[in-house]
């Protein structure tokens, strides 16, 4: 008795096709599962948005959390995190918004300011009382500022106590 052979084609589209089965079986099952662990970021503890919030650009998590909802507007508000700001790469515009709505109410948690273009740093020069009030600033860098301007904003510099990079 003869038996018709299978083609060695069909024989590894069979068992590939065995395969493909487990393989959407596994992943309905993990799927399932998955779905059932679901947390959404609004979801998570206070303390685990705040440790995820330190890893971030705090420009960015602003403009990302500020007016999404009461709870992460106030979170910004009332977060004692030290912010980093880096003004280098900004337009005149988002300086100047960036100004009003983080830098003059957050001076007192301003770890680090790094300030490149002229705009952003003749505002500075101009609002001597806002580095005074720097009073956790670490590091301050300013590229391209004229020697005299730097006399004028070293007076203030030194009446900061934690600065120790320039």
Given at each position: ?166
């Amino acid at each position: 008795m003869e038996y018709p052979k299978r083609s060695q084609s069909s024989y590894f589209n069979d068992c590939n096709d065995i395969k493909r089965k487990r393989l959407n079986m596994i992943t309905t099952d993990s799927n399932n599962s998955l779905t059932k662990s679901i947390i959404h970021f609004e979801d998570l503890s206070n303390e685990i948005i705040y440790e995820i919030f330190g890893f971030l650009d705090f420009r960015h998590t602003y403009d990302a959390f500020s007016n999404l909802n009461k709870r992460f507007q106030n979170f910004l508000t009332n977060l004692t995190l030290p912010i980093n700001i880096d003004m280098s790469s900004m337009s005149k515009s988002d300086f100047q918004k960036y100004y009003k709505q983080i830098i003059i109410p957050n001076t007192h948690r301003i770890k680090s300011i790094h300030l490149s273009n002229p705009f952003s740093i003749d505002v500075f020069l101009t609002h001597n009382c806002i580095i005074s009030k720097l009073i956790r600033l670490k590091t301050l860098i300013l590229y391209d500022i004229q020697s005299i301007d730097f006399q004028n904003l070293f007076i203030y510099l030194i009446s900061l106590p934690y600065l120790s990079s320039l």
